[in-house]
């Protein structure tokens, strides 16, 4: 069963250094999406890609965070510099559509990350 | 704006007994809505999902959800839990015609612990 693969797995880091976690989507998914999941809550969306293309950053800290998806195919989340309120678990989600309502996501393991 | 409530934080159970995990949501149009599973530090995994038709949905390792338009509720139920079956639950909810039609919206979770 095809699977969103994340790396690196867990990543400690102290603040004020650059991070950056890679994500592989589920081949032939068109929609990529980076989420934020703090402990003890749902997960948030911060980006989301069609294909190349950003179709909603709208909760992207953008002084620190960025995203690219070059190819359309895998993605790439930096954070620089880190902050202590950056630890949290990042998911990575795929699906197969252009974001419409039905499509169900496929998550990645996620990375987590503990900032010092 | 879209949004998910799981009333409980925890659900503990027995083994063999009957397991209901709560969800409601408010939407501004028909709702698209989600149940994922996720296992101490890994991804979120896709039960079921509710779009329309059958009110009563039946989803992945024996779990099913029940959509109450009037109650605006999708509980999550399975007849006879497995210790297994201790993890985050949560709920998600799309909002068909409300303009944010592709944004997945979690709920907090609400973990279950099922004890032998």
């Known amino acids: 069963e095809a699977e969103v693969a994340q790396s690196p797995r867990y990543k400690i880091t102290e603040k004020s250094q650059a991070v950056a976690f890679w994500c592989d989507p589920i081949?032939?998914?068109?929609?990529l999406y980076w989420y934020r999941q703090i402990l003890g809550q749902g997960p948030e969306l911060l980006v989301q890609?069609?294909?190349?293309?950003?179709?909603?950053d709208s909760q992207l800290p953008k002084d620190r965070f960025s995203a690219e998806r070059l190819k359309g195919v895998d993605s790439t989340l930096k954070i620089q510099p880190a902050e202590l309120g950056d630890s949290a678990m990042y998911l990575c989600?795929?699906?197969?559509?252009?974001?419409?309502?039905?499509?169900?996501?496929?998550f990645g393991p996620g990375t987590r990350l503990t900032v010092l | 704006a879209q949004s998910v409530a799981q009333p409980e934080d925890q659900v503990n159970v027995a083994e063999g007994n009957p397991l209901t995990v709560k969800c409601t949501y408010s939407?501004?149009?028909?709702?698209?809505l989600f149940w994922y599973v996720q296992y101490p530090n890994r991804g979120l995994q896709f039960l079921l999902k509710?779009?329309?038709?059958?009110?009563l949905v039946k989803g992945s390792y024996g779990f099913e959800a029940e959509f109450n338009k009037s109650q605006t509720s999708f509980h999550l139920k399975k007849p006879s839990a497995l210790v297994s079956d201790s993890a985050l639950y949560f709920c998600?909810?799309?909002?068909?015609?409300?303009?944010?039609?592709?944004?997945?919206?979690f709920g907090a979770g609400t973990t279950v612990t099922v004890r032998a």
């Open positions: 890609f069609q294909d190349e293309s950003v179709v909603d």
């Open positions: 998600a909810v799309r909002d068909r015609g409300g303009g944010n039609d592709y944004k997945l919206s």
């Open positions: 509710y779009i329309t038709g059958d009110n």
């Open positions: 939407v501004s149009g028909n709702p698209y």
């Open positions: 081949s032939g998914h068109a929609t």
């Open positions: 989600a795929s699906s197969p559509g252009t974001g419409i309502s039905t499509d169900t996501q496929y």
